[in-house]
Structures are given as structure tokens and as C-alpha cells.
């Protein structure tokens, strides 16, 4: 075994590399393999309303990984700000984060599995100096989907990893997609092993007792998988690799934990300071949010209640309330935030460009959520004045979730408070209450993304499809110019706004009846295809084009009638529409009319 072990470069202080210079490193090898380095994506998201932030560095790469052709060639390589939120409740242990960086290369059409993991056992060895003894291996054990990747197996023992350190898995583990449906495919993760003792006989990189730390993930994208679970073959092989750096700087700087390494330590101290009631988890939580806001922050985000507001106004709370738990003065946070701002300036030079502004937003929600936190106290001393004269020893669930849901008022702090005067708190009913209400604001949001029909039954579908049937017809009749400018659907009718700088004839608008009506006796098939915009665009579907979709997009076709770029949903034939008859036709304002119709 090489005496240049990683515990020996450590204690030299070889290794202790800080984050900036593993992202330099990162990305100056790729450069010099032909890879161009192309600027993270915001971390929310251009032209993409399906999805809060990005959260991974293919995401902003999705059209080109389906063969959409990228302006910088076919070997690209860049640092990009992800953030996510599924684990968010976890943070404060000794490893989740909701903000981080992911390290990335991407093979367009280009390099495939030999070349990726040459170059991953390179850059991890030899820019790294990480010993071949330190790394295991992961790779796709094969299904009825695709097949064993025995190939990249070979090119990890070529590269120097020995056998017994490769390990095949399924689907769980060695299968890679964002969400439910788009490319994907076979992955191959790298291990890094802690040195820690093994749980038992079995311990292995899939083992979740910490001895084995993921460390980069290659992902083969050659499949696309569709919404009915199918997968097919895309038109090019791809490489999608991502590595995360904060993990990486903490095991390269022999630390146990990211809230250890520059990037957190000057903060998790400076929380210690002010603490008057200290705990490690709290400390952890204002760092990560306290940074993870900022990042928000700069690129553009503000807090609100729905989507991505409620997302920031729930780490900026969270943050709030952990600073009153560790007795921190929360006037504090003007301060916090110039020193995370001298911590994080290098890698992130914005975020000194923002500084007055991220300021600003977080100390007003911060006081927003003071006065919620004062109305919330008054209504638990309400109650508990009540419940006291009851002779109650217990708080139950529902008064809990009140508390929450109308005060925003937190249960740990309900519970705090109950404690004080002698109470103790019906957890398992507040719970209860909680699953039904985030499952009700799941449903919510999934409802939000299914492009703009709220309420979706027979009868909307049809107006939808009417909707299209009534725009190529204005087309026909009135000119190209007469384009889409809103469109509103209830069950009683359609409303449809477009351009057109005249009141229409009565002979325009039966002309326009007449047309769609035929379109509807012929019973046209509908049918949706996806595609990227700008295929969409060559097959002269309507639509607008300014940057109101993503770079993937479904378009319907009505027969050879229509071609409209949608989200759906729509009916199969048009000759379930029923008869077309316009009610109306009106301003709507300058050089927009308005028409409502029904189908009866
Ligand atoms: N997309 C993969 C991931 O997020 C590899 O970058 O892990």
C-alpha cells in the first residue's frame, strides 16, 4: 500500500484542500479533455414551471441530452447551484443539505462509458490524490429493461480497481432519472471508504452506516423513459456525471461533517459565540438555511405562500426559530449575513453584488415571522387559561395544528410553551392532521403544474379542444395575425382572447362556426407527441414562442386540421365536442377581441 495514504497527506496538510480550489481543479481537467465550461444555471429555473429549483446539473441540459444541439459542442463540464427540499426536515444531522454544489461533465453523443471512467478514476487519483485503496464501485446488475453493464465493470478493473471492490446493483441503486419520466439510465457510482470499521460481514457500499460515502455518480443516458413506464432508446448516448462538493471537501479535509470545512465553520463558531443555550443541531440548521436563503435570494427568489416563496419562507421561518431556540438575538442576522458573505464571495462573487438585498428580504421576513410567533403566543395563552380552568393536562392535536396552520406557529414551540405550564401535547393527532394537510398541498401543487385547466372533467376537456379548433378557425377566416392572447375554460363556456384590431362580422363569426363545426362532424383524431421547441417549431405548430414553455414541449394535432403546442389534457375525437355556437363576440382590450362560446 502507497505510504501516500489520504490519512498521512492529511496530516501534512496536502489534502486540506478548501472547496474553491476542488471546483478549479474540477473543472480545469475537464477543460483540458476537450470540455467546455459552460456557467451554472440559476437555481430557479428558466422556462420551466414544472419543477421549484434545479437540483441537478443536467437539469438546465435536458433538451441536449435529447439531441437538441448545444452551442458549446458535445463535451461540456460546470459547477451548478442545486438545491433540494425533499430532505429538508433532515437538516441539522450530520449530513443533509438543501443547498449545494454539484460538480458535473456531460458527453454529448460524444464519449461514452470507457472514456467517463477513465477519466473520473484520473481526476479522483491522480488531481485528487485519492489512493486506489480508498474507492469501491457500483454498476448496474441489468433488468428486462437493459442489460448488465458488465463494460463499465471492465473498465474499472482496467483503470486499477480491483474486483472485489465492484459491485453490481439494481434498479435502486445503479438507475438514474429526475422524477418520473425523461432520459435516464444505468449509473455508475463511486465509494469512498471512511476508514471506519464495517457494520458486519455484509457491509457494503449500498450499507447506509457511513463506512462507504458516495462520492460521484456517472449516469449512461441512452434510455428515455415515458409516462406509461416504458423505456426506449434516445437518438444519442450521453454521460451525465454529478459530484457534490461540499461531501467531497469534507472527506479530502478528513472532517466528519460539511458544518466542519470552510465553507460552514466560521458561522457554526461565530453561533457558539452568541448561543446562549447551545446545541450542535440548531447551529446547523441556521447555517444551512441561513445560506441556502441567500443563494435563493440571489437568484431572483422571494418568500411567499405558494411554490418557491413558501419553499424560502420556510427555511428563512425554520432559520427564525432555531436562532430564538439557541437565545440568539435574531438583530443578529445582518451580521451572520456579512460573514457568510466574506465566507462565500470567492465562489460565489453574486452574492456580494446582492448583499443589500438579501439583507433586506431576510430581515423582513424574519420580523414577519416575529409578529406571527407574538399572535401566536396570545392565542396559547387563550387556550391554555381555558384549559387550565377545565382542568385539561393534555393540548390536543387539533389545537396544535391551529396554532400552526393559522399562526404558523411551530409545534415544537407549542410544545415548549405546554411543558412550561405543566402540559404535555397529543403529538400523534397533531400528525395526523399534518399528513392530510401536506398531502392537500401536494395534490394542490401537482394540480398547479397541469397547464392551466384547474378543473379538469369531460366537460372543460372538450372546451380545451374547442378552444383549438376555434383559433385555427380565426386564422382561416380573419388572417394569421388573429393569435392566442388568454383563454379561460369553466363547465358553462370558453372564453377566448385573440388579436384582431376590428369588431368581427356576422358573417366572420358564422364562418368560424361553420368551420369548427365541420371540424367536429369529421370525429378528427387528437393526438400529443413531446418534442423540444424547437422541432415544434419546425413543424409549424402554433404557439408562443417567447419564452413561454420549457425547452420540451407536447404538441397536439387535431387531424390534419390543427398542430398547437399544449399542455393538454384533450379529448381523442373531436366528434365528442357536441355543436359549437359563439354567444359573443367583444373588446377585450386595445387590439384584442374577445369571443365566448359553448359547446351544447
Ligand atoms: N444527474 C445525476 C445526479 O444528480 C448525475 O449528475 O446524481
Known amino acids: 500500500m502507497s505510504i501516500l495514504t489520504i490519512e498521512y497527506l492529511q496530516r501534512i496538510g496536502e489534502l486540506n484542500m478548501k472547496a474553491i480550489e476542488i471546483r478549479n481543479k474540477y473543472l480545469n481537467f475537464f477543460k483540458n479533455h476537450g470540455h467546455k465550461v459552460i456557467p451554472s444555471a440559476p437555481l430557479i429555473p428558466e422556462n420551466d414551471p414544472s419543477v421549484?429549483?434545479?437540483?441537478?446539473?443536467?437539469?438546465p441540459l435536458v433538451p441536449y441530452l435529447l439531441g437538441?444541439?448545444?452551442?458549446?459542442?458535445?463535451?461540456?463540464?460546470?459547477?451548478?447551484?442545486c438545491l433540494r427540499t425533499n430532505d429538508i426536515d433532515e437538516v441539522g444531522d450530520n449530513r443533509h443539505l438543501t443547498y449545494f454544489e454539484m460538480l458535473g461533465n456531460w458527453s454529448l453523443g460524444d464519449y461514452f462509458k470507457e472514456e467517463s471512467v477513465a477519466m473520473s478514476f484520473e481526476f479522483l487519483t491522480k488531481e485528487l490524490g485519492i489512493p486506489v485503496e480508498k474507492l469501491s464501485v457500483t454498476c448496474f446488475a441489468g433488468d428486462e429493461d437493459a442489460p448488465r453493464d458488465t463494460l463499465t465493470a471492465e473498465c474499472w478493473k482496467k483503470a486499477g480497481i480491483p474486483e472485489d471492490r465492484i459491485y453490481y446493483y439494481g434498479k435502486d441503486d445503479n438507475w438514474w432519472i429526475a422524477g418520473e419520466e425523461g432520459p435516464c439510465g444505468p449509473d455508475t457510482e463511486m465509494f469512498y471508504d471512511t476508514g471506519k470499521p464495517a457494520c458486519g460481514p455484509d457491509c457494503q457500499p449500498s450499507c447506509d452506516c457511513g463506512k462507504y460515502v458516495e462520492i460521484w455518480n456517472n449516469v449512461f443516458m441512452e434510455y428515455y423513459k415515458a409516462k406509461d413506464g416504458t423505456y426506449t432508446k434516445l437518438k444519442q448516448h450521453n454521460v451525465d456525471t454529478g459530484l457534490g462538493l461540499e461531501r467531497m471537501t469534507m472527506l479530502l479535509q478528513g472532517k466528519e461533517t460539511p458544518f466542519d470545512t470552510e465553507l460552514f465553520e466560521p458561522v457554526m463558531e461565530k453561533l457558539k459565540e452568541l448561543a446562549k443555550e447551545d446545541s450542535i443541531e440548531s447551529r446547523r440548521i441556521v447555517a444551512e438555511h441561513l445560506r441556502a436563503s441567500m443563494m435563493v435570494i440571489?437568484?431572483?427568489?422571494?418568500?411567499?405562500?405558494i411554490d418557491r416563496g413558501y419553499v424560502?419562507?420556510?427555511?428563512?421561518?425554520?432559520?427564525?426559530?432555531?436562532?430564538n431556540k439557541l437565545q440568539i438575538d435574531l438583530n443578529k442576522l445582518g451580521d451572520l449575513i456579512d460573514l457568510n458573505i466574506e465566507i462565500l464571495k470567492e465562489m460565489y462573487p453574486d452574492l456580494e453584488k446582492n448583499k443589500e438585498i438579501i439583507k433586506q428580504v431576510i430581515i423582513e421576513e424574519k420580523d414577519k415571522f416575529i409578529k406571527t410567533l407574538a399572535h401566536g403566543e396570545r392565542e396559547f395563552e387563550?387556550?391554555?387559561?381555558?384549559?387550565?380552568?377545565?382542568?385539561?393536562?393534555?393540548i390536543d392535536g387539533q389545537t396544535i395544528f391551529r396554532l400552526y396552520e393559522t399562526y404558523g406557529f411551530p409545534p415544537e414551540i407549542t410544545a415548549d410553551l405546554a411543558a412550561e405550564q405543566g402540559f404535555t401535547i397529543d403529538n400523534s393527532e397533531f400528525d395526523k392532521l399534518f399528513k392530510e394537510h401536506q398531502e392537500k398541498s401536494r395534490l394542490g401543487s401537482e394540480q398547479k403544474f397541469k397547464g392551466g385547466l384547474a378543473e379538469q372533467n369531460e366537460k372543460t376537456i372538450s372546451y380545451h379542444t374547442a378552444t383549438h379548433l376555434l383559433h385555427k378557425a380565426l386564422q382561416i377566416v380573419l388572417g394569421e395575425h388573429a393569435k392566442q392572447k388568454g383563454s379561460n375554460i369553466t363547465t358553462e363556456r370558453l372564453r377566448f382572447d385573440f388579436s384582431h384590431p376590428e369588431k368581427m362580422t356576422q358573417e366572420q363569426l358564422k364562418q368560424v362556426e361553420d368551420i369548427v363545426n365541420e371540424q367536429i362532424k369529421r370525429d378528427l383524431p387528437v393526438t400529443c407527441e413531446e418534442m423540444t421547441l424547437e422541432e415544434a417549431r419546425k413543424t409549424g405548430a402554433m404557439g408562443l414562442f417567447e419564452n413561454k414553455y420549457g425547452d420540451k414541449v407536447k404538441v397536439y394535432t387535431i387531424g390534419d386540421f390543427s398542430k398547437e403546442i399544449c399542455g393538454g389534457p384533450h379529448v381523442t375525437h373531436t366528434g365528442e365536442l357536441g355543436h359549437f355556437k359563439i354567444k359573443k363576440e367583444e373588446s377585450s382590450s386595445s387590439g384584442v377581441r374577445r369571443i365566448k362560446a359553448i359547446l351544447e
Open 52 to 59: 421549484l429549483f434545479t437540483t441537478a446539473g443536467m437539469q
Open 298 to 305: 440571489s437568484d431572483g427568489g422571494r418568500p411567499s405562500n
Open 68 to 81: 437538441e444541439k448545444h452551442p458549446e459542442g458535445t463535451r461540456l463540464t460546470d459547477y451548478q447551484k
Open 382 to 394: 387563550k387556550y391554555i387559561n381555558k384549559a387550565k380552568e377545565e382542568n385539561k393536562t393534555v
Open 312 to 323: 424560502l419562507r420556510k427555511l428563512i421561518r425554520r432559520m427564525s426559530r432555531h436562532l
